[in-house]
């Protein structure tokens, strides 16, 4: 008999990575639209958790309105001999991956960032019910982390009980995250790796060390070293950090070589600690993304819960979308909150130095781990709206981002016979050749800005 026959739809690896676009779903649950959503895991004495029961407060699956967007919650208790607080980030991380498994189920996201629909396709086949969606866990949970002994799983609609919940599940996660604030890198001999979202971005793998979260902000240094203990082949692993190759960069040995082997090649060399070069991969679970703004020369920062425009016009989705998918694009840098509190944070572009815009309600997050002085010229959407307003606020701030445009600066020549001048241009390029018409401009490793340009014509050799 197959463990999941009495459900509805099937249940299986095949169905990760499954999108659901808005025409072909039954209802949303949480997401951007909900300010508050969560999934919570909390180890339990034994005689505290009623094995595989399954409670939904609220309206269930069946009774929420046909494409419509509720706010969602998901509480899941543990027992067992062997689990202990520690186990609780990872195991919660798991959610993601087993839901995943569920035919007509997209999960993404963690902690409190939520987003799950439900297909019109697999609601219609009977899976109108949330006793299905726990039915699965629960079996899911038992049979692949043998020290989960006993779990009860809770699904709460009621959006004044999704409230409660949240603010006490805020409160855990911060607690979470303090215990490993204050540890080193260069203190460890071992970093953790995870593979949870290779599902939806097959050459991505997230490098967990102390000073730098996993990019979703639910896996510590800490939760890594706990799964990787009890569950050895699971997705989360250890990683021999091997030599450093660079400290300011953060590029070591045993990374390289752990991600070519998980990656099957695609990515064999990764900095942790910039936005350039070889940047840390990004899947599309991450928190925020920092993201350059070449005509400044620095970054902006954009969480998932930011639901305007950035800066530069573009909202968070685009953004993310950018940098996504297990790609190592420069310049757009998947990150968690939790880096940002991190002295490695974006360390080999400049760190704070570097940073010049953001949502105030991400500044008000990390506030506390910011230089005093990048308080006061880090720009937020309250202050500015566009670029050319960001350039003037950070001329008015005095910011470290002028002084790198006024090194930058190139002095030109006048333009003499045959030659053409573009005054007041910017551009940042790593590689580039433009010819037409009889002119070539070659580019190489660059980031220009210039107050006046010659262009001069290529006369062919006789």
Request: charged fraction near 30%; charge should be negative.
């Amino acid at each position: 008999m197959s463990m999941f026959e009495d459900i509805p739809v099937d249940v299986g690896v095949i169905y990760e990575g499954e999108r659901i676009r808005r025409n072909n779903m039954q209802v949303e649950l949480g997401g951007p639209k909900q300010p508050a959503k969560f999934e919570l895991v909390r180890a339990k004495k034994m005689d505290e958790v009623e094995d595989e029961k399954v409670t939904v407060i609220g309206p269930d699956l069946k009774d929420l309105p046909e494409g419509g967007n509720v706010p969602f919650g998901i509480y899941i208790e543990v027992a067992g001999k062997d689990i202990e607080e520690d186990l609780e980030g990872v195991t919660e991380r798991r959610i993601h991956e087993y839901l995943n498994f569920i035919e007509g189920i997209m999960h993404l996201n963690q902690r409190y960032d939520i987003w799950i629909r439900v297909s019109k396709k697999s609601f219609q086949k009977g899976l109108n019910s949330f006793t299905y969606l726990g039915k699965v866990l629960a079996r899911l949970y038992k049979s692949e982390l043998p020290f989960i002994e006993k779990i009860q799983i809770t699904f709460i609609t009621d959006p004044a009980k999704v409230k409660e919940m949240y603010d006490q599940a805020a409160e855990i996660y911060e607690a979470r995250d303090a215990k490993a604030r204050g540890m080193k890198d260069e203190e460890v001999d071992t970093f953790y790796g995870c593979t949870l979202c290779q599902s939806f971005a097959p050459t991505h793998m997230c490098v967990i060390t102390p000073q730098r979260y996993s990019n979703c902000g639910s896996i510590s240094w800490f939760d890594g070293r706990a799964s990787a203990q009890v569950d050895p082949k699971g997705p989360v692993f250890a990683i021999n950090k091997g030599d450093l190759l660079d400290a300011e960069k953060g590029e070591f040995s045993g990374i390289n070589e752990t991600i070519k082997q998980k990656t099957l090649g695609s990515v064999d060399r990764v900095w942790m600690y910039t936005g350039f070069g070889y940047p840390h991969t990004s899947c599309g679970c991450f928190e925020a993304m920092a993201f350059y703004i070449p005509e400044v020369e620095g970054y902006g920062i954009v969480d998932r819960g930011f639901n305007g425009v950035t800066v530069n016009g573009l909202p968070f989705s685009t953004l993310a979308d950018s940098g996504a998918g297990g790609r190592q694009v420069d310049g757009f840098h998947g990150i968690a909150i939790e880096y940002m509190r991190s002295p490695k944070f974006l360390q080999a572009d400049g760190g704070w130095d570097r940073v010049v815009w953001m949502p105030q309600s991400v500044k008000d997050r990390v506030k506390e781990f910011m230089p005093k002085e990048a308080i006061a010229n880090v720009a937020t959407e309250n202050d500015v709206k566009t670029v050319d307003e960001l350039t003037t606020f950070l001329k008015e701030k005095s910011h470290p981002v002028v002084q790198r445009w006024k090194e930058a600066t190139v002095e030109a020549a006048p333009a003499t016979e045959g030659e053409e001048a573009l005054d007041g241009i910017a551009f940042p390029v790593s590689t580039a050749t433009v010819a037409a018409g009889g002119f070539k401009i070659i580019f190489i490793n660059a980031k220009i800005h210039a107050e006046k340009v010659i262009i001069k014509r290529d006369k062919p050799k006789r």
